[in-house]
């Protein structure tokens, strides 16, 4: 809707400036903003429901969660995977495609999607085991289907995803699936975050096209109260000490 409103208000400017009309109506069109619920917000898993996954995930999915859990991959970019891509010597996932919502393949969305994620051990054991158990199929993909294409996003998570949390317990106050497969992707940013990587670096491993993406989505788990007060004690130290 914004974006319909820019072009309009633009449009309208171009025709006032013309003369054909004498004023831009767009420019007194207020858009609404929508209040933020409790649903807005992302949802990121705990360390024990991250286990859970970890331990139960069904052998099929396995190897995807895990490496969505240790890596922030998009579920597009893991669906569209291939083994080319993955250096199990150098312990590196090159990310240079990914598979859109009809499983055509493709490019990252941004120049900044193609980049290199250096595997945790859990990730490179579990690759490495899965490479002879994968389904051999042309597309050379990790993960692929039963008839070795692109999964459909739809089947993972309603046939694998969703059921896995329900049996798990990992539900909401409803009793449904508590989050959805993006959650991974924002586990995987707390883990980096938790480790006291620098923002720049989580960029780059997130493949977001700017920082400030970066810290307007996560932003928030950078703060420590704890840690802000003992700033703030030492800023106080040094100035009555100067």
Known sequence: MKKVMVSLRSILSEAVEREWITHNVALDVKLRRKSR???DEKIIPTKDEIRLIIENAPASHRAMFITAIFTGMRISELR???WDCVDLTRRVIKVTKRADEFGAMGAPKSR???????????VHQTLSAWRSEALENDLELVFPNGAGRVQNYSNIYNRIFKPMLVANG?????????????????AAASLFIEQGWNPKKIQTLLGHASIT???D???HLFESPEEDVSLFEKLESDLLAA
């Not at 900044?112 to 859990?122: E, K, N």
Request: glycine share 12%; net charge neutral; no cysteine.
């Open 37 to 39: 619920t409790a649903e």
């Open 80 to 82: 569209g995977l291939t």
């Open 170 to 186: 990992i539900v909401n106050d409803r009793g449904e699936a508590k989050f959805g497969i993006h959650a991974l992707r924002h």
């Open 217 to 219: 989505t996560y932003g």
């Open 112 to 122: 900044a999607g193609l980049r290199d994620i250096p595997m945790a051990p859990i």
């Open 213 to 215: 993406m970066t810290m």
